[in-house]
């Protein structure tokens, strides 16, 4: 038995399926040699593609291109439904992403197993398919259109190259519901839209690239700025942080001060208890001084264990009372996880014509007076 499609006879191929039952096909190469009626009406269906191309030329992502396609789809070729399935094929399924001519509350995203559909079928193929007697048809989805009063379906594979994204579907309530017209122009509307979709994964890969090589630079910038077992900054990064500060004029008026902060007998610990341990205490200490700072605060790992604050826009006076209140805090609140830990604390502040070496220096002085009267101590440099 053939299907009478009078202006499409010459091209189409009759082709049974045990599965989903008769349907014609026609190989994308040879539709566009389909000869045309160059009516009017077709011109006009042929302006509505130039406009489709238009828009989906400023489309931001793939959602916004099925949008596109599916609602021109629908005014080109004048069916009664129109629908996008994409193909997953690790998961071995087909979706339909995009739906024309049904209501708001049609659902959508509906996956079925890729080769138990015809749509699955002819997105392996590179055939535009053409069904007719639906009721014969096996296929869920064709079954579906029947009972909702469809006669008709047309099915194309939206390919690129040799990528394939899907199929782009048609239905209409009417027998024989396309001519060669449509044929051409339904061919078009999915070359186009399997053009937009390879640009667009391009550009999400390039995208997801960019995005992977700034991860990679931020994990080399952290290995540049930043302390690996505390994680916080290192020497490198607080020193740029003060030379910057120094060459800001206004710091010498409204301060930039420094606290250098050791902890007393790490050594001990180290040697008593293993380096480990020493390391656990660092992390510990590093967690409880990051709870007593503010963002003006810029807190470092000097070297071994020894810290650096630089407190930015802030009195020699304020910077003292900040270094007694870490000094108390980690001499009380620490001592029940800190195993009765205590710092040495150095303060220094900037003064005219002050360079890094020297800021540092009058801190560093501080911190060894601390340390030679007793430890435990906070020393602010005159």
């Not at 790490?266 to 656990?280: A, L, M, P, Q, S």
């Amino acid at each position: 038995m053939y299907l009478k499609v009078s202006i499409m006879s010459n091209y189409l191929k009759f082709h049974k399926n045990d599965l989903f039952g008769p349907v014609y096909e026609i190989p994308l190469s040879e539709i566009y040699s389909l000869e045309l009626t160059q009516s009017n009406n077709f011109r006009k269906r042929l302006a509505l593609l130039f406009k489709m191309m238009q828009e989906m030329n400023t489309a931001t992502n793939e959602n916004e291109l099925f949008d596109l396609a599916i609602d021109y789809t629908g005014r080109v070729l004048n069916v009664d439904r129109a629908s996008i399935a994409i193909v997953d094929e690790e998961e071995e399924t087909i979706t339909l992403t995009a739906l024309y001519g049904v209501s708001a509350d049609h659902p959508k995203n509906i996956s079925i197993n890729l080769k138990n559909c015809a749509i699955g079928h002819t997105y392996l193929t590179d055939f535009l398919s053409y069904r007719e007697i639906l009721d014969e048809c096996t296929c869920p989805i064709v079954s579906n259109l029947h009972k909702a009063g469809m006669h008709s379906t047309m099915v194309a594979p939206i390919i690129s190259g040799t990528t394939r994204f899907g199929t782009l579907n048609t239905a209409n309530s009417k027998s024989h519901g396309y001519d060669n017209d449509d044929i051409h122009l339904f061919a078009q509307i999915t070359a186009i839209l399997a053009t937009h979709l390879y640009k667009s994964q391009l550009q999400n890969e390039s995208k997801r690239q960019k995005e992977v090589l700034l991860e990679k630079n931020d994990a080399l910038e952290n290995l540049a700025y930043m302390d690996s077992l505390t994680q916080i900054y290192n020497r490198r990064y607080i020193n740029n942080i003060i030379e910057h500060a120094i060459m800001q004029k206004d710091q010498s008026k409204s301060g930039l001060s420094i606290i250098l902060l050791d902890i007393d007998f790490f050594k001990k610990i180290n040697d008593e208890k293993g380096h480990t341990e020493g390391d656990n205490v660092l992390c510990k200490l590093t967690k409880l001084i990051k709870s007593k700072i503010s963002e003006n605060h810029v807190f470092a790992r000097w070297g071994g264990e020894e810290f650096l604050i630089a407190c930015l826009h802030t009195s020699s006076n304020d910077a003292y009372a900040l270094a007694e209140k870490l000094r108390i805090s980690i001499d009380v609140e620490g001592s029940s996880h800190l195993k009765n830990l205590t710092v040495s604390l150095g303060v220094a502040s900037l003064i005219e014509n002050d360079s890094i070496d020297t800021l540092i220096h009058r801190a560093d002085n501080a911190l060894y007076q601390s340390k030679e009267n007793g430890r435990n101590l906070t020393t602010l440099f005159n």
